[in-house]
Structures are given as structure tokens and as C-alpha cells.
């Protein structure tokens, strides 16, 4: 019993807080302005968010041949789980419609790339020999002409222009996150691209149950919510970004055939699959068919080419986008942009491609926790669906 009351004794002297010191820190604390003390505890919380995103970004960096076929399968697998679900509600087989669909895929990018792989073969000896005298022939306008410029000084403003090309676009071309520096790299991630969809396909519901379960019980209602919410956005995205894609190259290939192009249907293709980078993709691409035109048709037909391009960019710009688009990502502009420069510098064109649904998906999921909507709802159990079944819910009660 001594020796309990001593322990006791000691305890309550050891946590004994000093009058003086309490009252030396609350003079201190009144001497710093009150803006202080609000910048200081914003700044030390941006910084361990700023040092979570760093190891979160250096992470996948290290992982890039995991994380890049990852985020390829989940939009494939956002565009391809509605038709599943589509085929299920006729009394499809799961393992039907699911081989279906993935197959189906398969067969149409197959035959896109089949496509555009052999008309480009058959037309680039043409091509080629056509270049050569489009250059040749301007080299000698601008010989002949009031300038006056001579070979080697075109030469090296080539050289100039190439190389600052390469200098801005490097961000683009060898960003941090490369689908892969050789042939092997590519075929790994296309396999477990198709493998990972596969999956997701067959047992997303059972691979979200157990992400939602790595959250507290109290916390799996909003982690749960957010998901659905995200899913959701995803899902909506990717069909819209493939309309919108689809526009882009009906209108330039349309533009392309009536102006009777070459390679008319390649452009179309390269239109198609370019627009599913923002910003980007669609400049690229455009710049091509202006440049097939300009060879062979003369500047007359390019120009006309760059109006038809132009003007199908303006009309995605400032009609698909804002009412297409921005209805189903709920992101400004502004910030499209931002993001598409933001993850080309980091990730190169992977990171290009993903950044508006990254962000689109993290700023529904975000906004949906901030609501509070989830308090209304019940935290899932174990046999939830997952946000790529989009069925609605079975609920428990939370303690």
C-alpha cells in the first residue's frame, strides 16, 4: 500500500504542470499574431500532404510497368462493365459476356491497327518521295526569294528548330512514367493490361469489398460513397471522351476525304485514338493531316486542311467540351489544362493521358466525403458490389 501511494505520489508530481511555465507560454503564444499561428498550422499540414504526394508519386514511378497497365485496365474496364452488365440483364453467362466484351475490344483495336498499319505501308514510299521534293522545292523558294537565304543557313535553323523541339517536348516523349524502353517492356504491359481487365471484370465487386475493408468500420461508409461516386465519373468519362473522339475524327477525315487526301482513313484512325490525350493529341494529329495535305496538294489544300482542323478543334473546344465534357467531370478548363501539363511533365504522355480522369475521379470523391452525404447512408458489408457493378448497396447498421 506504501509503496502504491508513493507511485501515485510520484506520478502526480511528474505530470505537476510549473505555473510559471504555463503562464511563460501563454504570454508567448499572445505575443504571436494570430495570422501566425494560422499559417503556421496550415504549413505544417501542406507539408506532410506535399511529402505523402512525393513518396506517392515516387512510388509510381518505380512501378511504372505495374501502374500504367493498372490504370489502362480500370478505363477499360470502366467502358466495358456496362456492356457486361448490358448482356448479363439478358440472361447472358458471366463468363459469356465478360469474354465477349474483352474480345470484342480486341478485335476492334486489332483492326484499327491493322488498318492504319497497312495503308500507311502501301502509301509511305509516296510519301517519302513526295517529302523530299516538297522540301527541295521550298529549299529553292526561299533561295529565290527576296530573303535570299542560303542552304546552310536553313540548315541551321533546322538544326535550331529540332533541337529546341526535342528540348519541349521532352516532357512528352520521355516523361518519368515510359510505357517502356523495349520491345519486351510493351508486351509485359499489354499482357497484364489484359489480364488485370480480365479481372476486374470478373472480381471487381470482391477487390473493392477488400479495399473497403482495409478502412476503419466508421470510415467504410464515405470510403464506400466516394468510390461509387468516382466510378461513376469514370465511367462517364471514358464514354464521353470516346464521343468526343469519335467528332474529332469523323470531322478531320470527313475534312480529309472531300479535299481527296491519301491516307485519309489513317488520319482519321490517328485522330481518333490522339484525342484521347487533351490538349495535345489533337494538335499533333492536326498538325499530320496538315502536313499530308501540304504535300501533296500543295499549300492551297493545307490551308484549307488547317481551316478544317481548326475549325473542328473549335467547335470540340468551345461546344462538346463545355456541355459534353464538363457535365460529365465537373472540372474547369482551366484546370484540364493545368493537369495535362502537370502530368506530361511528370509522367510523360502516360501521364498526359490520365490526368483529367485522375483528377476528375479524386475531385468527385473528394467533394463527395466534404458533403457529409455519407452520414446518411450505412456502412457496407462484406458482400457490397463494388463501384464497377453499379448495383445498389446492401447496408448494415454501424455501431
Known amino acids: 500500500m506504501i509503496f502504491g501511494r508513493r507511485k501515485k505520489a510520484a506520478?502526480?508530481?511528474?505530470?505537476?504542470?510549473?505555473?510559471?511555465?504555463?503562464?511563460?507560454?501563454?504570454?508567448?503564444?499572445?505575443?504571436?499574431?494570430?495570422?501566425?499561428?494560422?499559417?503556421?498550422?496550415?504549413?505544417?499540414?501542406?507539408?506532410?500532404?506535399?511529402?505523402?504526394?512525393?513518396v506517392f508519386v515516387f512510388l509510381i514511378t518505380q512501378l511504372r510497368l505495374i501502374v500504367i497497365p493498372l490504370m489502362v485496365a480500370v478505363l477499360i474496364a470502366a467502358l466495358l462493365v456496362p456492356f457486361v452488365q448490358f448482356l448479363?440483364?439478358?440472361?447472358?453467362?458471366?463468363?459469356?459476356?465478360?469474354?465477349?466484351?474483352?474480345?470484342?475490344?480486341?478485335?476492334?483495336?486489332?483492326?484499327?491497327?491493322?488498318?492504319?498499319?497497312?495503308?500507311?505501308?502501301?502509301?509511305?514510299?509516296?510519301?517519302?518521295?513526295?517529302?523530299?521534293?516538297?522540301?527541295?522545292?521550298?529549299?529553292?523558294?526561299?533561295?529565290?526569294?527576296?530573303?535570299?537565304?542560303?542552304?546552310?543557313?536553313?540548315?541551321?535553323?533546322?538544326?535550331?528548330?529540332?533541337?529546341?523541339?526535342?528540348?519541349?517536348?521532352?516532357?512528352?516523349?520521355?516523361?518519368?512514367?515510359?510505357?517502356?524502353?523495349?520491345?519486351?517492356?510493351?508486351?509485359?504491359?499489354?499482357?497484364?493490361?489484359l489480364f488485370t481487365t480480365l479481372i476486374l471484370l470478373i472480381d471487381g465487386r470482391g477487390i473493392w469489398n477488400w479495399i473497403v475493408r482495409l478502412f476503419p468500420r466508421r470510415a467504410r461508409t464515405a470510403v464506400n460513397g466516394s468510390g461509387m461516386a468516382g466510378w461513376q465519373t469514370l465511367t462517364r468519362f471514358v464514354r464521353v471522351q470516346i464521343f468526343v473522339a469519335a467528332v474529332d475524327a469523323i470531322g478531320i477525315g470527313g475534312i480529309a476525304l472531300i479535299l481527296q487526301l491519301p491516307l485519309a482513313i489513317p488520319i482519321a484512325v490517328a485522330v481518333f485514338l490522339g484525342s484521347f490525350i487533351p490538349v495535345v493529341g489533337a494538335v499533333l494529329t492536326g498538325v499530320i493531316a496538315v502536313f499530308i495535305a501540304l504535300v501533296y496538294q500543295g499549300p492551297v489544300i493545307a490551308l484549307i486542311m488547317l481551316a478544317g482542323v481548326l475549325l473542328v478543334q473549335q467547335i470540340e473546344g468551345h461546344i462538346l467540351q463545355p456541355l459534353v465534357m464538363g457535365a460529365a467531370v465537373k472540372v474547369h478548363p482551366l484546370a484540364v489544362v493545368l493537369a495535362v501539363g502537370a502530368g506530361g511533365f511528370l509522367a510523360g504522355i502516360p501521364g498526359a493521358l490520365f490526368a483529367v480522369p485522375v483528377v476528375a475521379t479524386l475531385n468527385v470523391m473528394a467533394t463527395y466525403i466534404a458533403s457529409g452525404a455519407w452520414r446518411l447512408e450505412s456502412a457496407p458489408t462484406p458482400k457490397d458490389p463494388t463501384p464497377m457493378t453499379g448495383s445498389t448497396p446492401r447496408t448494415e447498421t454501424t455501431p
Not at 491493322?114 to 509511305?124: A, K, P
Open 11 to 54: 506520478t502526480a508530481t511528474a505530470v505537476r504542470i510549473d505555473p510559471d511555465e504555463s503562464l511563460r507560454r501563454t504570454r508567448i503564444d499572445e505575443a504571436v499574431p494570430v495570422g501566425m499561428h494560422i499559417a503556421g498550422a496550415w504549413a505544417w499540414r501542406i507539408l506532410a500532404i506535399s511529402g505523402v504526394v512525393g
Open 88 to 193: 448479363m440483364r439478358h440472361r447472358w453467362p458471366k463468363w459469356l459476356a465478360v469474354t465477349v466484351a474483352e474480345i470484342g475490344l480486341l478485335s476492334i483495336v486489332g483492326g484499327l491497327v491493322y488498318l492504319v498499319v497497312t495503308q500507311i505501308s502501301s502509301g509511305f514510299p509516296d510519301l517519302q518521295s513526295r517529302s523530299l521534293d516538297a522540301y527541295r522545292q521550298f529549299i529553292v523558294f526561299l533561295q529565290d526569294s527576296p530573303l535570299h537565304v542560303t542552304e546552310a543557313e536553313i540548315s541551321d535553323y533546322l538544326r535550331q528548330a529540332l533541337s529546341a523541339f526535342q528540348t519541349d517536348s521532352g516532357m512528352f516523349v520521355t516523361g518519368a512514367l515510359s510505357v517502356g524502353s523495349t520491345a519486351g517492356h510493351v508486351l509485359i504491359g499489354i499482357l497484364l493490361t
